[in-house]
């Protein structure tokens, strides 16, 4: 069973900084691209920021220059680095991973359960 654990949100003042982690576990062969996607009441879930398992990056024009997406290929981990949040960036937060579990001939889209980040004075 693979499951993608998420962690890290919370209530922030804007300007503030909070750091997001998601937890790959169980029978993974392989993991490819990762990423954080974020959806706000009303609106679709959306791209926030997107890793390579070689480490290149793109990022939503909203969050250029603020978010930093990172990877630790050895725990399976990616993280995301916010910082001067704005109230803009209330969403849930949602981690996703594209990965080979053991028996898989394709790799497969999994999702976290989403992490509430709240900006607001």
């Known amino acids: 069973q693979v499951q993608l654990v998420e962690s890290g949100g919370g209530l922030v003042q804007p300007g503030g900084s909070l750091r997001l982690s998601c937890a790959a576990s169980?029978?993974?062969?392989?993991?490819?691209?990762m990423g954080w996607y974020r959806q706000a009441p009303g609106k679709e879930r959306d791209l926030v920021a997107h890793?390579?398992?070689?480490?290149?990056?793109n990022y939503a024009d909203s969050v250029k220059g603020r978010f930093t997406i990172s990877r630790d290929n050895a725990k399976d981990t990616v993280y995301l680095q916010m910082n001067s949040l704005k109230p803009e960036d209330t969403a849930v937060y949602y981690c996703?991973?594209?990965?080979?579990?053991?028996?898989?001939?394709?790799?497969?889209?999994?999702w976290g359960q989403g992490t509430q980040v709240t900006v607001s004075s």
């Open positions: 996703n991973a594209n990965l080979l579990p053991y028996g898989s001939a394709v790799p497969q889209a999994y």
């Open positions: 169980g029978s993974i062969f392989s993991i490819g691209s």
């Open positions: 890793i390579t398992n070689g480490g290149g990056t």
